[in-house]
Nanobody, 125 residues
């Protein structure tokens, strides 16, 4: 089966940076369109960023645009989320997810086939 494992979360000050990683196994990583989502306590899961499997196209939510960068290393079967200029409202559990059989990046969590366990990001002032 396909497995996704996030890492790199932690506690940072406002304006700081973190780099999240999502390592995948059990499948052909190059065939997956990958996405990052986040969920704060009491709130719904929201789309953060995505990167397509073939074209490398990237898409970001308005709340993180110009601050976060998604990338992938197919040789390492890993997708990354570089987070800069972090704000308290970025505090959440961050999840990586994979879509199969499409290059289209979706902001709907229900359209993703596989999920990691999440990694906590906390931004304090």
């Amino acid at each position: 089966q396909v497995q996704l494992v996030e890492s790199g979360g932690g506690l940072v000050q406002v304006g700081g940076s973190l780099r999240l990683s999502c390592a995948t196994s059990g499948g052909a990583f190059g065939l997956y369109t990958m996405g990052w989502f986040r969920q704060a306590p009491g709130k719904e899961r929201e789309f953060v960023a995505g990167i397509s499997r073939m074209t490398g196209n990237m898409h970001y939510s308005d709340s993180v645009k110009d601050r976060f960068t998604i990338s992938r290393d197919n040789a390492k079967n890993t997708v990354y989320l570089q987070m800069n200029s972090l704000k308290p409202e970025d505090t959440a559990v961050y999840y990586c997810a994979a879509r199969l059989l499409t290059t289209r990046i979706s902001g709907d969590a229900h359209e993703y086939d596989y999920w990691g366990q999440g990694t906590q990001v906390t931004v304090s002032s």
